[in-house]
């Protein structure tokens, strides 16, 4: 159990259909971050909350992509009009303050656009 | 732009042999630096960080990195591989100072280590 939650573990859409993840952090984290990771690449930065603010988006959230955490608990990442360049393993972590320890990773939801 | 460079995507390594991954950042201010693994189906663990202090950090499972700053590097160490180790690397760098104060990835390092 890493303590960061995501699901579903596996998602497979048909090309223009939206998809939504969630994701659980360790409680006591105030940040949570998304991460996509593609094969033969590491993870990219997506996105980043401190509590329920939206602090940072990466130029690869297209307008397509929108994150929320409504109560500075839980996240969700949704993808609308999926393409196939947005499949992709999507990686949720948190960490705690600013004092950055190191983020501690979900598992992953792999994303597969057919 | 800020960027973290792995320059081994593959190594291959028989059981005892003797590890070093290579990492490199571009940036001249403040960085943390981080070496996460991630091992066949699972999730990114982390494996050693570095923030201050000694250059030289140990980590689990018998990990080390040095922090050469003069070189912007990070190199990953191990003396002697199990075949337990085979997966991916990855070195990360907060970069601060910059755009984000987020963690940015290499590309990763495969480790196949042969029985």
């Known amino acids: 159990d890493t303590g960061v939650s995501q699901n579903p573990r596996h998602k497979i859409t048909k090309r223009g259909q939206n998809v939504t993840f969630r994701c659980d952090p360790i409680?006591?984290?105030?940040?949570l971050y998304w991460y996509r990771q593609t094969l033969g690449q590491g993870p990219e930065f997506l996105t980043y909350?401190?509590?329920?603010?939206?602090?940072?988006k990466s130029r690869l959230l297209s307008d397509r992509f929108s994150a929320e955490r409504p109560k500075g608990s839980f996240s969700t990442l949704e993808i609308q009009r999926t393409e196939q360049g947005d499949s992709a393993m999507y990686l949720c972590?948190?960490?705690?303050?600013?004092?950055?320890?190191?983020?501690?990773f979900g598992s992953g939801t792999r994303l597969t656009v057919v | 732009a800020q960027s973290v460079s792995q320059h081994n995507h593959h190594v291959i390594l028989s059981e005892a042999a003797s590890l070093e991954l290579g990492c490199n950042y571009s940036?001249?201010?403040?960085?943390?630096l981080f070496w996460y693994v991630q091992y066949p189906g699972q999730h990114l663990q982390l494996l050693l960080k570095?923030?201050?202090?000694?250059?030289l950090v140990k980590g689990i499972k018998g990990f080390e990195a040095e922090f050469i700053k003069s070189k912007f590097s990070f190199n990953l160490r191990k003396p002697s591989v199990q075949w337990s180790d085979t997966a991916e690397y990855f070195c990360?760098?907060?970069?601060?100072?910059?755009?984000?104060?987020?963690?940015?990835f290499g590309k990763g390092t495969k480790l196949s280590v042969k029985p």
């Open positions: 972590a948190s960490s705690l303050g600013e004092r950055l320890w190191g983020y501690t």
């Open positions: 409680s006591e984290h105030n940040r």
């Open positions: 909350f401190q509590n329920e603010a939206q602090l940072e």
């Open positions: 940036y001249g201010g403040t960085v943390n």
């Open positions: 570095y923030f201050s202090g000694d250059p």
């Open positions: 990360a760098v907060i970069f601060y100072g910059g755009s984000q104060g987020n963690l940015i």
